[in-house]
Protein backbone atom coordinates (compact mmCIF):
# COMPACT_ATOMS: atom_id res chain seq x y z
CA UNK A 1 0.00 0.00 0.00
CA UNK A 2 3.03 2.46 0.59
CA UNK A 3 4.34 1.89 -2.45
CA UNK A 4 4.80 4.08 -5.42
CA UNK A 5 2.80 2.54 -7.65
CA UNK A 6 -0.06 2.12 -5.20
CA UNK A 7 -0.19 5.73 -5.08
CA UNK A 8 -0.18 6.42 -8.74
CA UNK A 9 -3.27 4.27 -9.00
CA UNK A 10 -5.32 5.71 -5.74
CA UNK A 11 -4.57 9.45 -7.63
CA UNK A 12 -4.53 9.15 -11.08
CA UNK A 13 -8.35 9.64 -11.27
CA UNK A 14 -9.77 12.88 -12.21
CA UNK A 15 -11.60 12.75 -8.61
CA UNK A 16 -10.80 14.29 -5.47
CA UNK A 17 -10.17 11.39 -3.03
CA UNK A 18 -9.94 14.13 -0.18
CA UNK A 19 -12.34 17.34 0.83
CA UNK A 20 -8.97 19.66 -0.58
CA UNK A 21 -9.83 21.19 3.26
CA UNK A 22 -6.65 21.39 5.32
CA UNK A 23 -6.02 19.06 8.77
CA UNK A 24 -8.08 20.73 11.42
CA UNK A 25 -4.77 20.22 13.79
CA UNK A 26 -2.72 21.63 10.90
CA UNK A 27 -4.23 24.92 11.16
CA UNK A 28 -4.64 24.97 15.03
CA UNK A 29 -0.58 24.93 14.77
CA UNK A 30 0.71 26.27 11.75
CA UNK A 31 -1.80 29.37 12.34
CA UNK A 32 0.13 30.21 15.59
CA UNK A 33 3.40 30.74 13.90
CA UNK A 34 5.19 33.47 12.75
CA UNK A 35 5.16 33.61 8.73
CA UNK A 36 8.25 32.52 6.86
CA UNK A 37 9.12 29.66 5.16
CA UNK A 38 7.98 26.30 5.37
CA UNK A 39 9.10 22.90 4.05
CA UNK A 40 5.04 20.43 3.73
CA UNK A 41 6.60 16.85 3.20
CA UNK A 42 2.71 15.33 3.01
CA UNK A 43 1.99 12.18 3.80
CA UNK A 44 4.12 9.21 4.65
CA UNK A 45 4.84 6.92 7.19
CA UNK A 46 6.93 8.84 9.44
CA UNK A 47 9.83 7.27 9.11
CA UNK A 48 11.74 10.25 7.87
CA UNK A 49 10.57 12.03 11.55
CA UNK A 50 14.31 10.52 13.01
CA UNK A 51 16.35 12.58 11.94
CA UNK A 52 16.50 14.07 8.40
CA UNK A 53 13.51 16.49 8.90
CA UNK A 54 14.29 18.06 11.66
CA UNK A 55 17.67 18.49 10.06
CA UNK A 56 15.44 20.69 7.99
CA UNK A 57 14.29 23.13 10.62
CA UNK A 58 16.02 25.99 10.73
CA UNK A 59 17.21 27.18 14.42
CA UNK A 60 13.71 28.81 16.34
CA UNK A 61 12.04 26.90 13.97
CA UNK A 62 8.89 24.09 14.21
CA UNK A 63 8.75 20.99 13.16
CA UNK A 64 4.70 19.59 13.18
CA UNK A 65 4.07 16.14 12.84
CA UNK A 66 0.21 15.10 12.50
CA UNK A 67 -0.99 10.98 11.82
CA UNK A 68 -3.70 9.25 12.27
CA UNK A 69 -4.01 7.64 15.46
CA UNK A 70 -4.71 3.84 16.15
CA UNK A 71 -8.29 3.41 16.39
CA UNK A 72 -10.96 0.70 16.20
CA UNK A 73 -12.53 2.37 12.84
CA UNK A 74 -9.87 1.74 11.28
CA UNK A 75 -9.44 -2.01 11.40
CA UNK A 76 -10.57 -2.80 8.35
CA UNK A 77 -7.24 -1.58 7.15
CA UNK A 78 -4.15 -3.39 5.86
CA UNK A 79 -1.56 -4.48 8.46
CA UNK A 80 0.71 -2.26 6.90
CA UNK A 81 -1.40 0.66 6.42
CA UNK A 82 -2.34 0.28 10.35
CA UNK A 83 0.89 0.04 11.27
CA UNK A 84 2.16 3.47 10.27
CA UNK A 85 -0.63 5.12 12.88
CA UNK A 86 1.03 6.42 15.67
CA UNK A 87 0.68 8.46 19.15
CA UNK A 88 2.42 11.16 19.20
CA UNK A 89 4.37 10.35 22.10
CA UNK A 90 5.49 7.59 20.29
CA UNK A 91 7.58 9.79 18.37
CA UNK A 92 9.72 11.64 21.09
CA UNK A 93 12.89 9.38 21.83
CA UNK A 94 13.09 10.20 17.46
CA UNK A 95 13.90 14.35 18.51
CA UNK A 96 17.34 15.35 18.05
CA UNK A 97 17.87 16.71 21.57
CA UNK A 98 17.76 20.27 20.40
CA UNK A 99 14.33 20.18 20.05
CA UNK A 100 11.77 21.08 22.85
CA UNK A 101 8.41 19.42 22.62
CA UNK A 102 5.49 21.84 22.87
CA UNK A 103 2.37 19.61 21.77
CA UNK A 104 2.46 16.11 22.38
CA UNK A 105 -1.32 14.85 22.31
CA UNK A 106 -4.10 12.89 20.45
CA UNK A 107 -7.01 15.54 19.34
CA UNK A 108 -10.67 14.51 18.07
CA UNK A 109 -11.47 14.82 14.81
CA UNK A 110 -15.22 13.97 12.51
CA UNK A 111 -14.07 12.89 9.12
CA UNK A 112 -16.54 11.19 6.57
CA UNK A 113 -14.67 8.23 5.26
CA UNK A 114 -17.29 6.30 2.16
CA UNK A 115 -20.16 9.17 2.75
CA UNK A 116 -20.12 7.78 6.45
CA UNK A 117 -19.35 10.27 9.44
CA UNK A 118 -16.73 8.50 11.88
CA UNK A 119 -14.94 10.07 14.90
CA UNK A 120 -11.37 9.87 14.72
CA UNK A 121 -7.97 11.30 16.48
CA UNK A 122 -5.12 12.71 14.98
CA UNK A 123 -1.68 12.48 16.64
CA UNK A 124 -0.19 15.97 17.04
CA UNK A 125 3.35 16.60 17.85
CA UNK A 126 4.64 20.30 17.72
CA UNK A 127 8.24 20.83 18.45
CA UNK A 128 10.48 23.66 18.63
CA UNK A 129 14.71 23.74 17.75
CA UNK A 130 16.12 25.88 20.63
CA UNK A 131 17.84 28.56 18.60
Do not use: K
Not at 79 to 107: G, I, K, T, Y
Amino acid sequence: MFEAPSWEERYAGDQSVWSGNPNAQLVAEASGLAPGTALDVGCGEGGDVTRRLAEAVAPGGSLLVVGHAPSATFTHLSESHRSAMLLAEDLLPALPDDFEPVVVEQRPRTMVRDGETVDVHDSTLLARRRA
